[in-house]
T-cell receptor
Framework: RKEVEQDPGPFNVPEGATVAFNCTYS??????FFWYRQDCRKEPKLLMS???SGNEDGRFTAQLNRASQYISLLIRDSKLSDSATYLC???????????FGTGTRLLVSP | DVKVTQSSRYLVKRTGEKVFLECVQD?????MFWYRQDPGLGLRLIYF???????EKGDIPEGYSVSREKKERFSLILESASTNQTSMYLC??????????????FGSGTRLTVV
């Protein structure tokens, strides 16, 4: 079983739509959680950290469910520029090493 | 902004060559990492370092070595390049403390092709 599992997609949505991605992780000792965004042929960039209480950054909302070991990302009012691959990331025991999911691809169309 | 700079964007090397990939960060980060990224497999950790002259194996260290002689520089070495090492190589750094992780900053990557 992979440490971090994501639906690869692609998710095809029209502009203005709301879309949600989920991710599950296997290590119950994980302490840090993130969503990264990766554009085609570019490096991953930190989108947001994910906190137990849930957190929001503009149109993006992240949730963490420790009991079920899953993380979600909600994007409201999708823009064409949101088209990218979204990577779910969790820390391993020891905190400094991060494990990356293989990503969920989002395509936003006009 | 934190900058992580990788020396080459694209490299083409021959099988059996010794290959050096260089990474430099300018934010005095303690932690540095080398990943490779392949379609369908995601990012996989090769080696990492918590301090100067310190290194630890990641998940796929075979065929690679690293060097960290200065805090800002972390080099990945392919001792004898093989075609299955054709990949995108990503360097990252982090200034996280012992119990908190603030995420990584990545370099722009080196696309290595071994022929």
């Amino acid at each position: 079983r992979k440490e971090v599992e994501q639906d690869p997609g692609p998710f095809n949505v029209p502009e203005g739509a709301t879309v949600a991605f989920n991710c599950t992780y296997s290590n119950s000792a994980s302490q840090s959680f993130f969503w990264y965004r990766q554009d085609c042929r570019k490096e991953p960039k930190l989108l947001m950290s994910v906190y137990s209480s849930g957190n929001e950054d503009g149109r993006f909302t992240a949730q963490l469910n420790r009991a079920s070991q899953y993380i979600s990302l909600l994007i409201r009012d999708s823009k064409l520029s949101d088209s990218a691959t979204y990577l779910c990331v969790v820390s391993r025991t020891g905190f400094q090493k991060l494990v990356f999911g293989t990503g969920t691809r989002l395509l936003v169309s006009p | 902004d934190v900058k992580v700079t990788q020396s080459s964007r694209y490299l083409v090397k021959r099988t059996g060559e010794k290959v050096f990939l260089e990474c430099v960060q300018d934010m005095d980060h303690e932690n540095m990492f080398w990943y490779r990224q392949d379609p369908g497999l995601g990012l996989r950790l090769i080696y990492f370092s918590y301090d100067v002259k310190m290194k630890e194996k990641g998940d796929i260290p075979e065929g690679y070595s690293v060097s960290r002689e200065k805090k800002e520089r972390f080099s990945l070495i392919l001792e004898s390049a093989s075609t299955n090492q054709t990949s995108m190589y990503l360097c990252a750094s982090s200034g996280a403390g012992q119990r908190v992780n603030y995420g990584y900053t990545f370099g722009s990557g080196t696309r290595l092709t071994v022929v």
